[in-house]
């Protein structure tokens, strides 16, 4: 893989939560893991069918960055103002780059 690919910059958040200072209440909230340079890839779009029995189609882009262990299932991408839920991380190439599945959140 070409460095010079990865020309899209996303960042990945990670899922919080934390105290109010003020109310002692619990708030939830996203919180930057991590910034890092991708290439992007639309994929095929992914069906589901909801419980009003309708096909939804849902647009799922592959993200290749350099591999970075802190990045886990459980978070999410911004990239251009929009929001992505990661599907699946797949390593390749030993643990030097890394492909993510995500599809665009409503």
């Given at each position: 893989m070409?460095?010079?690919n990865l020309d899209e910059l996303i960042t990945v958040q990670e899922f919080s939560t934390t105290r109010s200072a003020t109310t002692g209440e619990a708030v939830k909230s996203w919180t930057?893991?991590?910034?890092?340079?991708?290439?992007?890839?639309?994929s095929e779009s992914g069906?589901?069918?909801?419980?009003?029995?309708q096909m939804q189609f849902k647009q799922?882009?592959?993200?290749?960055?350099?591999?970075d262990s802190s990045v886990i299932p459980e978070?999410?991408?911004?990239?251009?103002?929009k929001t992505y839920k990661i599907l699946n991380i797949a390593e390749i190439d030993r643990r030097m780059y890394m492909i993510i599945l995500a599809e665009l959140t409503q």
């Open positions: 070409n460095a010079g930057e893991r991590v910034q890092l340079w991708a290439q992007i890839k639309a069906g589901d069918v909801n419980a009003g029995m799922r882009f592959t993200f290749k960055t350099r591999y978070d999410r991408i911004l990239w251009e103002g």
